[in-house]
Nanobody
Framework: QVQLVESGGRLVEAGGSLRLSCAAS????????MGWFRQAPGKEREFVAT??????????ADYVDSKKGRFTISRNNANTVSLQMSSLKPEDTAVYYC?????????????????????WGQGTQVTVSS
């Protein structure tokens, strides 16, 4: 019943910036996690970032070059999430997927795992040229 649609992927030169957006239709609550994953050809789906609201606070996580803060996730509202990417590298080339939690994930499942999320978009292609 929930549909996610990503947008913003394109060809960009190394060092450039890009903003991806995800719009969800259906019943999604702000306290459910939404996240971004990516999958390069021949590789497993990889966690990029997630955001969730708990106890009046927003918790974000970014495992991609987090020390430099290259990737920043933003929860615009309950049904919209964005990923701002900067200083892009060729190794960032992948299909980027938006995902949303339905509140039913097993407690033992971490939010950086694809199995945590119930809904997925079709993906948007990001290609970084050198």
């Amino acid at each position: 019943q929930v549909q996610l649609v990503e947008s913003g992927g394109r060809l960009v030169e190394a060092g450039g910036s890009l903003r991806l957006s995800c719009a969800a239709s259906g019943r999604i609550f702000s306290h459910y996690a939404m996240g971004w994953f990516r999958q390069a050809p021949g590789k497993e789906r990889e966690f990029v970032a997630t955001t969730r609201w708990i106890g009046g606070h927003t918790y974000n996580a970014d495992y991609v070059d987090s020390k430099k803060g290259r990737f920043t996730i933003s929860r615009n509202n309950a049904n919209t999430v964005s990923l701002q990417m900067s200083s892009l590298k060729p190794e960032d080339t992948a299909v980027y997927y938006c995902a949303a939690d339905d509140g039913m994930a097993p407690r033992s499942t971490n939010y950086d795992s694809p199995e945590y999320y119930a809904y997925w978009g079709q993906g948007t292609q990001v290609t970084v040229s050198s």
